[in-house]
């Protein structure tokens, strides 16, 4: 017998969408919940999850050593062994070797339509405002691919109906003959937080590209952070500071994001504001442009854009102005570890 094809793209990455989404109606409705046993339901479910963050999302190794620790039982294999069944309901051997569930690949689906949707979105919007070339013909084929295997597992599904679907340039709604095996450097870096987009999606060819939502970017920022904003002054000096990062060539996923996460992993404080990490990721921007200058023999630093895209040689130095006002707000904000008083 034929095994079918995967049911979700080679390059689907959803490692940056800490949540997923469960139908609760249809999860109830299922067999799966009518028939396993308590043990059975948890081990199958913990497969769901799990299941989400490898790649392909919503893909399982048929490994039984991998699925026993992915299905939460440690190295219990005996137990995995009686369990297997039930908690396997629904999953299928692709042709590719790995299992695939054809609810979890649908939400997967939804999912990683939004995500390279943004991704365009991000690159057209960052291409106008410093003046390079964007090529959307990857971002293109990603979506095409995704979308004719969304509409061959559920041809209702409302993903379809949204702009990043339906933008889509003529001749791309079905997929491309192969797979797109992966997207432009930093494509596949988070912009995004928990499936939610940062800018609006699907950017056409006679549509003007989308402005960065610096906003939602700090949210995100904040977030991973632990950082609460729920002052309204708080909100727009975190906006920014992100804003500022990001203008002084931060690499979003990389200086921004991955730093905060390991220095939050690390720090012995309570932390109460953005400031704590200025200094640690403004040091991240001049080590990276350090090293790129040495590489390239350049006397002075690449501007980024920020988000992890290609960016032209052009060099970028603050003025005095600029400096002479980030000292000065800085002054008055909480830079002592987010401790110091604001001083009036």
């Known amino acids: 017998?034929?095994?079918?094809?995967?049911?979700?793209?080679?390059?689907?990455?959803?490692?940056?969408?800490?949540?997923?989404?469960?139908?609760?109606?249809?999860?109830?409705?299922?067999?799966?919940?009518?028939?396993?046993?308590?043990?059975?339901?948890?081990?199958?479910?913990?497969?769901?999850?799990?299941?989400?963050?490898?790649?392909?999302?919503?893909?399982?190794?048929?490994?039984?050593?991998?699925?026993?620790?992915?299905?939460?039982?440690?190295?219990?294999?005996?137990?995995?062994?009686?369990?297997?069944?039930?908690?396997?309901?629904?999953?299928?051997?692709?042709?590719?070797?790995?299992l695939y569930h054809k609810v979890v690949a649908e939400m997967a689906l939804e999912a990683w339509i939004e995500k390279v949707a943004q991704r365009k979105s991000s690159g057209a919007g960052n291409a106008r405002r410093y003046s390079h070339t964007f090529d959307p013909q990857p971002f293109d084929a990603a979506l095409a691919e995704a979308v004719g295997m969304l509409a061959a597992l559920n041809p209702q599904s409302k993903a379809l109906s949204r702009r990043a679907a339906k933008a889509l340039p003529v001749g791309a709604a079905t997929p491309p003959t192969g797979s797109a095996t992966g997207l432009p450097p930093g494509s596949q870096e988070t912009g995004t937080v928990t499936g939610s987009r940062v800018v609006d999606v699907g950017v056409g060819a006679s549509e003007p590209a989308a402005e960065v939502d610096y906003l939602k970017l700090a949210d995100h920022v904040c977030r991973t952070a632990g950082v609460r904003n729920i002052d309204p002054g708080q909100i727009v000096r975190s906006q920014q500071i992100v804003r500022e990062w990001l203008d002084a060539g931060a690499v979003f996923e990389t200086d921004i994001i991955e730093l905060i996460r390991d220095t939050v992993a690390i720090s012995q404080v309570p932390i109460h504001s953005l400031n704590y990490f200025d200094a640690p990721v403004r040091q991240a921007i001049a080590r990276r442009a350090a090293k790129a200058a040495g590489a390239t023999g350049a006397g002075r630093p690449r501007r980024g854009n920020g988000l992890g895209m290609a960016e032209p040689a052009t060099s970028f130095d603050e003025t005095p102005e600029q400096i002479a006002a980030r000292e000065q707000r800085l002054s008055r904000w909480e830079i002592d570890d987010g401790h110091a008083a604001a001083a009036h």
């Open 1 to 98: 017998m034929n095994e079918p094809e995967p049911m979700t793209p080679a390059a689907c990455d959803l490692r940056d969408f800490p949540r997923m989404m469960i139908d609760i109606v249809r999860l109830r409705a299922s067999e799966f919940d009518a028939i396993a046993d308590d043990g059975a339901w948890r081990a199958g479910f913990n497969l769901w999850l799990s299941s989400w963050h490898q790649v392909p999302a919503a893909s399982l190794a048929d490994d039984d050593t991998q699925l026993v620790k992915l299905a939460g039982l440690g190295r219990d294999l005996r137990t995995w062994r009686k369990l297997k069944a039930e908690a396997l309901r629904g999953w299928v051997k692709a042709s590719d070797g790995r």
